[in-house]
């Protein structure tokens, strides 16, 4: 029997999107004939991830959890939002956020951990599920925060169950009443889902940008004809906006419309030092479907 070595079992991974134990199984049945290999895989239904790989998926579920002092977030993508609902996609989500808060927020190192309860990896795990719902699915990013005192917090928009839904958010807030703190994570968690920060300070914002900003308010108020000194003030004043736009600190506490949320944390004896915001599948260029030039196409129109 020919000898099964790492690169083959490498390589049929990479052609079918098969477990590496599968691979390993397929290789050995086939006598290490990679054509035969596939076939095999191809009957046991463990293949079918490989021809859904180039599909677009830019839904799923965004899932979070919590642990003492530390709170993670993924983004599990699927390619209809009807698998959001699958119970099977909805577990290994959860599990998956779960298992982030030890493994961290490296995607690679996550897909390679062991799936809590299974002898094989996560990737091996979404491989299997893949088989079974029939459409493509990535685990596209994590993320972890921690914090030495206070609370790591968070908030799930549009949740389908507590930790799972469309928009998360993490929120790391220093301070010493801990339990008024987690309370106060999830309003600023509600807040940044509904104001999209860019940063936390004006100090975090890129000077780059800031200049190119400053740049364009410049040229739409020259454009009106007004004097240089006025022009000076209508920038300023627009940089402001900018700043109130963009950066956390800086911008009105939406829970009252009137407070910064600079003050809200003074008054709470808090800091916030880092958030991150997920929205599904934001950045995902999804395909668009012309459904009549299908048809026609179909028809051989």
């Known amino acids: ?8 079992v490498k390589e049929l991974r990479e052609k079918t999107g098969a477990g590496m134990m599968d691979c390993k199984k397929a290789l050995t049945e086939a006598g290490g004939d990679m054509e035969a290999a596939i076939d095999w895989l191809r009957k046991k239904g463990l293949a079918a991830a490989a021809k859904k790989s180039g599909r677009v998926a830019a839904e799923g579920l965004v899932g979070v959890a919590h642990e003492g002092n530390k709170a993670a977030m993924v983004e599990v993508n699927a390619e209809t939002d009807f698998v959001a609902r699958n119970d099977a996609f909805q577990g290994f989500v959860e599990t998956v956020s779960k298992l982030a808060l030890t493994v961290g927020e490296d995607v690679e190192a996550l897909k390679s951990a062991t799936y809590p309860g299974k002898d094989h990896s996560v990737a091996d795990e979404l491989t299997q599920i893949i088989a079974t719902v029939g459409e493509n699915m990535t685990i596209r990013r994590a993320a972890v925060i921690e914090v030495s005192q206070g609370a790591a917090a968070s908030y799930v928009h549009g949740a389908l169950k507590p930790g799972l839904g469309k928009i998360g958010v993490l929120v790391a807030l220093e301070g010493n009443a801990e339990e008024a703190l987690f309370a106060l994570g999830r309003q600023l968690g509600m807040h940044i889902a509904a104001t999209r920060p860019d940063a936390i300070s004006i100090a975090d914002i890129d000077p780059a940008a800031v200049e190119r900003e400053k740049a364009i308010f410049a040229d739409q108020a020259r454009a ?8 000076e003030k209508m920038v300023d004043g627009r ?10 600190l800086e911008q009105t506490w939406v829970h009252d419309g009137e407070l910064k949320v600079q003050k809200v944390l003074h008054n709470a004896g808090a800091d916030v030092t880092r958030f991150v915001r997920f929205t599904l599948g934001e950045g995902i260029e999804k395909e668009t479907t012309d459904f009549a030039a299908e048809v026609a196409a179909a028809a051989g129109v």
Do not use: C, H, N, Q
């Open 1 to 8: 029997m020919a000898e099964i070595t790492g690169a083959m």
């Open 224 to 231: 009106s004809g007004k004097p240089d000194a006025i022009i």
């Open 239 to 248: 940089v402001k906006k900018y700043y109130e736009d963009v950066v956390l």
